[in-house]
């Protein structure tokens, strides 16, 4: 069936650190896919997303490309700030209405 | 507009008992969903409803957990017999679908639920 594999965490990185977050994918078809974050004490909000092969999608920052012939959706930051710690999900949407979400990967940024 | 919206926030319960929980999505939203999440681990999909049509259900979704979105705005989940199992933050999120374009779910803050 369908899934979504992350990293493991927590990552750990010094401020102004690039980060990579990796995030491959198995489907059928063609998923949308979805990078998700959780900051401390609060909900998931979306990120980024990207509907299809090729597609960036970018926010504050981030940014991550669907990548069909290797399955994956990595994210990327090129200076990560305190500010970004959070626990991070990738997630696809493979039709029909729900989202399946990989298991998560914290990371913390250090001053 | 003030997002999704769940009661409780925290609910701790004794094995065996019933609980239920509501969910308030954005006005507009036609669709809304329920996940289970675990410490450690990502959002798992429960069910999801287009209006008040129960439209899919995992099969995580036992006989002792029913949802429904009577009015088609808010929606409630209930489990019986609660076990200890249960545990978990429970999500609820909606989105506004127009024309098979995937539009975006947005999340509520979830409640938590101990089951003693």
């Known amino acids: 069936g369908d899934s979504v594999t992350q990293m493991e965490g927590p990552v750990t990185l010094s401020e102004e650190a690039f980060l990579t977050i990796n995030c491959t994918y198995t489907?059928?078809?063609?998923?949308?896919l979805f990078w998700y974050v959780q900051y401390p004490g609060e909900g998931l909000q979306l990120l980024l997303k990207?509907?299809?092969?090729?597609d960036k999608g970018s926010n504050k920052g981030f940014e991550a490309t669907y990548r069909k012939e290797t399955t994956s959706f990595h994210l990327e930051k090129g200076s990560v700030q305190v500010s970004d710690s959070a626990v991070y999900f990738c997630?696809?949407?493979?039709?029909?209405?729900?989202?399946?979400f990989g298991q998560g990967t914290e990371l913390s940024v250090k001053p | 507009d003030t997002g999704v919206s769940q009661d409780p926030r925290h609910k701790i319960t004794k094995r065996g008992q019933n609980v239920t929980f509501r969910c308030d999505p954005i006005?507009?939203?036609?669709?809304l969903y329920w996940y289970r999440q675990t410490l450690g681990q990502g959002p798992e999909f429960l069910t999801y409803?287009?209006?008040?049509?129960?439209?899919?259900k995992s099969r995580l979704l036992s006989d002792r957990f029913s949802a429904e979105r009577p009015k088609g705005s808010f929606s409630t989940l209930e489990i019986q017999r609660t076990e200890q199992g249960d545990s978990a933050m429970y999500l609820c999120?909606?989105?506004?679908?127009?024309?098979?374009?995937?539009?975006?779910?947005?999340f509520g803050a979830g409640t938590r639920l101990s089951v003693l």
């Open positions: 489907a059928t078809g063609y998923p949308s």
């Open positions: 409803f287009q209006n008040e049509a129960q439209l899919e």
């Open positions: 997630a696809l949407a493979p039709g029909g209405g729900k989202l399946i």
């Open positions: 999120a909606s989105s506004l679908e127009m024309g098979g374009a995937k539009n975006i779910q947005y």
């Open positions: 990207a509907t299809k092969a090729d």
């Open positions: 006005s507009e939203h036609n669709r």
